[in-house]
């Protein structure tokens, strides 16, 4: 169901690498509720081929951009104010990788290249978007950007290893960038807290199964999906927040606020 919440909007939404990304979802509920965007992923994402059927779905220009480069990210913002015909007013960065995840590493035995990567490609990226978009001036009045967390920045999770580290330092980004661009024009910054989701990125964490019924039982409203995830991120973008910014905000159907559960309470016995 469609409620004009973007109406004339102009968008730039990262991260969309096949149907199950939430970013896919996030930039089919955009279109849907009026924006017009730029798709925009790594290079090395483009030769799988899966986001043309997105881009030609919301009628979208994709830009190809290493988030890691402040050069490629010059580019993206360049092309999308071209492309859509004037500044962006929002933003959703969807990007996360973690080698040491990727290949088992433990904590205790992480790689620090692959960790400076981490942090690299999973938050300072975050930084640069919004420190380019800054300088060339490409966000508007009352503009909206988004990033997706986990809860992994507040509590430990053994096998979200380094990707724990890069999720605290982009909810700090949001909350120290949050404060810059309120003062420059009003836009806001947050990041959103999503449940485990069934994408690429999340199944490849070892034991994302449990965690994942885990999560599931322990929330009173169960987990979030990714369709529940774009349709919350839309409202984000949208002007009935304009006051929100500067937040890590759970979407997480309760789980952050519970002690335990009677699903666990029962699994481990009274
Ligand atoms: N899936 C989950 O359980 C879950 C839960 C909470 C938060 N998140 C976060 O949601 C975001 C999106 O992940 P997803 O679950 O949709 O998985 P996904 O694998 O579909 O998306 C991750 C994206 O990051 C992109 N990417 C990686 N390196 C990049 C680079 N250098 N430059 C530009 N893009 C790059 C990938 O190509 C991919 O499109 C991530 O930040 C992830 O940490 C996921």
Redesign the pocket.
């Known amino acids: 169901m469609s409620y004009g919440l973007l109406k004339g909007k102009r968008g730039i939404i990262?991260?969309?690498?096949?149907a199950?990304?939430?970013?896919?979802k996030v930039a089919q509920r955009a279109k849907e509720e009026g924006a017009i965007i730029t798709l925009?992923?790594?290079p090395?994402?483009m030769r799988m081929g899966e986001i043309n059927k997105l881009a030609e779905e919301c009628e979208a220009k994709i830009i190809p951009?290493?988030?890691?480069?402040v050069e490629?990210l010059e580019k993206l913002y360049e092309g999308s104010m071209e492309a859509l015909g004037g500044k962006i007013d929002f933003v959703l960065?969807?990007?996360?990788?973690s080698t040491n995840i990727r290949k088992n590493r433990p904590y205790g035995d992480l790689n620090y290249e692959w960790f400076l990567k981490s942090l690299?490609?999973?938050a300072l990226?975050f930084h640069k978007m919004l420190q380019v978009a800054d300088k060339m001036d490409a966000i508007n009045n009352n503009g909206s950007v988004v990033?997706?967390?986990?809860?992994a920045a507040q509590r430990s999770f053994p096998d979200y290893t380094d990707?724990a580290q890069?999720?605290a330092m982009?909810e700090s980004i949001a909350r120290s960038y949050g404060y810059v661009y309120g003062k420059k024009n009003g836009t806001r910054v947050n990041t959103?807290?999503?449940?485990?989701?069934?994408?690429?990125?999340?199944?490849?964490?070892s034991g994302?199964n449990a965690f994942?019924e885990y999560a599931e039982q322990m929330s009173p409203l169960g987990n979030a999906s990714?369709d529940e995830c774009a349709d919350y991120v839309i409202t984000l973008f949208s002007d009935l927040t304009k006051k929100v910014t500067m937040q890590n905000l759970f979407h997480d159907g309760g789980f952050s606020g519970v002690g335990i559960s009677e699903e666990i309470v029962n699994k481990m016995g009274q």
């Open positions: 990262s991260g969309a690498l096949d199950n990304s939430i970013a896919w925009t992923n790594a090395l994402a951009a290493d988030a890691t480069s490629d960065h969807s990007i996360g990788m690299d490609v999973s990226s990033a997706l967390s986990y809860i990707m890069a999720k982009l959103v807290s999503q449940s485990p989701t069934k994408t690429s990125a999340g199944t490849g964490i994302f994942y990714a």
